[in-house]
DNA sequence: TTGTACGCGTTATCAC
DNA sequence: GTGATAACGCGTACAA
């Protein structure tokens, strides 16, 4: 019942040829007479070979994986990546080794010791429990999405333009009060970007403004409590005003609309609102959701351009060490919709 | 710049042991001196000893990876469902090697032929482009999960107590029509077995009842409009009535939701609606929506403790030949949230 | 308890 | 064009 390999070896003796004669059919066939390969190709159709890409990259060295660790599921956002990413298999053939990391430090170390186990030639992080310095220290290539990188090599959204953008919105939108609600964070995450975007245009037009940063803890019924909190609080605070919202991502600014909708059963004339990310939940809420989309097909796609041209650097017999890192950013694409005018 | 691995040879040189006995560290430990251990764990971290275990396949068979095939990341199913099975890594120490099939049965049948070429020892398939009876021609052990699984292992949720549990919930809120809103499909897929519930209770209780079975696009927009033309439909055809929709999927039932909701600015008696999975949607809607809950976590788990018992199998000296093939189901739980009474 | 020799399936380096 | 032969890094009889 078990079926045994069919091997270089088997072809050889079929066909009379050497391993090495069929080694070469498949790396490189012009070197054969096209009668040759034919008889070649007969025979692997015979004996109904199948290829082993291990014992190829134990020869070889390519290993053709790309690691990827995703911190969690959370939010649509990172799965929407994770598929954008597994998507890239047609252009670039790369195969993914994919952990969650679960935002657990040692767990993430062991993933990624796993994975150098099996060679993979680079990897793709995207959550943010290790610091960019460690990551480097492995000496391998890396692209890192949307997270503290000063010592790698990275992809963001252009998060500042986007901050921009959801502010002027909402400008224009001809608001009393502009409010971004936000969780905290450091400066030198790319998502930082949003609300320095935020308060430079607030600055600019000289406009009332709020920034209200807390902890939106890590679960939906957690986050929805919270900003049942601040529902409160801006409604107290800014009674028959206009009130401009801007929200950290899609699912809070869904909360935040939901909260209204129920209370009003409409969005009233008093409350506009702008999300980030144009995840699905921007578009299935109550209403279409106005929000800044990150183009994560582009960002996905860019990582792994960005991370196989270093490993094909790599793969040079002098390979030049990479004089200065590479931060690509991505320009975000404002969508409006039915919470904005 | 190249960092030379470190191998067996190097070890062994360094600690005047032979390769065998580094081998033996790692795989039988007890077999050498508690001393010697330490000799040679010592060395490893002298010379930052990285394992290779694509080299420990090639020797001994064992990949140690697990092939997933995804249709997409539609519905938010396909990502919970990803994120459980990638979990029970810490559980079993299978890596998953993952494929997004995009409804393209060419394009699947590479990725198994590539999977193939990496020595997976089992493959988890969710998408159905595919029939069973070509899957399980692979030799190779196979688990299925909610699709068409003639000729393969398989988990599924319970689809008809599923449905008997959604029109029971909907029977006890006393409406007067109960209406089953869901896709053509074949008999042989798992979730047929929801209309099977559905019409059974239905005939139980002698409720008037009407099936629905349309064809609901491919992407948000198309199932919206699909479903404005039913909504319109049911408000025509069952005016005053106290209506009862059983949809599909929470997406739909959200959508349903939401165009309810936008005319009444709330979910007057009219109407009750319950959906299914459980999907993240269901509770981040405008309001909580009662469904019947898919236990996700408990579906992968089993998926991969079933496959693990294949591959097992399979390693033992004399492997015995599955007698008989094992569908598994997995009972669904009605989760009741504000949709219903 | 430890070592020798060979095998896993492919590629790379020489020869011819 | 084609073929020996030696890697690649580790596991596993079989010996000692």
Do not use: W
Request: glycine share 4%.
């Amino acid at each position: 019942m078990k079926q045994k390999k069919v091997t270089f070896d088997d072809i050889a003796r079929h066909t009379g040829f050497s391993k090495t004669t069929i080694s070469r059919y498949f790396n490189n066939p012009d070197s054969l007479t096209v009668e040759n390969q034919e008889k070649i190709a007969q025979a692997l159709k015979e004996l109904n070979y199948q290829e082993n890409k291990l014992a190829k990259v134990l020869a070889n060295g390519k290993s053709e994986f790309i690691g990827v660790i995703i911190p969690n599921f959370y939010l649509g956002y990172f799965s929407e990546m994770l598929n954008c990413i597994l998507n890239t298999y047609e252009q670039f053939g790369y195969k993914f080794l994919v952990f969650v990391g679960n935002d657990n430090k040692e767990s993430e170390r062991k993933y990624i010791k796993e994975l150098l186990a099996y060679k993979i030639e680079g990897l793709i992080v995207l959550s943010h429990t290790i610091p960019s310095r460690e990551l480097a220290s492995y000496n391998i290539p890396i692209v890192t999405i949307e997270r503290e990188d000063q010592f790698v090599n990275s992809v963001n959204t252009n998060n500042y333009m986007g901050g921009v953008q959801a502010t002027s919105l909402l400008y224009k939108n001809n608001c009393d009060i502009l409010l971004h609600i936000n969780s905290v964070m450091s400066e030198e995450i790319p998502s930082y970007g949003r609300i320095m975007g935020f308060t430079d245009i607030c600055r600019e037009h000289d406009l009332k403004n709020e920034l209200i940063l807390a902890d939106f803890g890590n679960s939906y019924q957690e986050t929805k409590q919270c900003l049942e909190n601040v529902y409160q609080y801006i409604k107290e605070k800014y009674p028959h005003q206009k009130k401009g919202l801007f929200l950290a991502n899609d699912t809070h600014a869904s909360i935040m609309l939901n909260l209204i909708f129920r209370e009003y059963g409409k969005l009233p004339d008093e409350y506009r609102i702008v999300g980030f990310d144009d995840s699905p939940i921007a578009t299935e809420s109550i209403l279409p959701i106005s929000t800044v989309g990150q183009q994560i097909d582009l960002i996905a796609y860019t990582a792994v351009e960005l991370l196989v041209a270093q490993m094909n650097e790599r793969k040079k017999r002098r390979p030049e060490p990479q004089k200065e890192l590479i931060h690509k950013e991505i320009t975000p694409v404002l969508m409006r919709r039915e919470t904005t005018d």
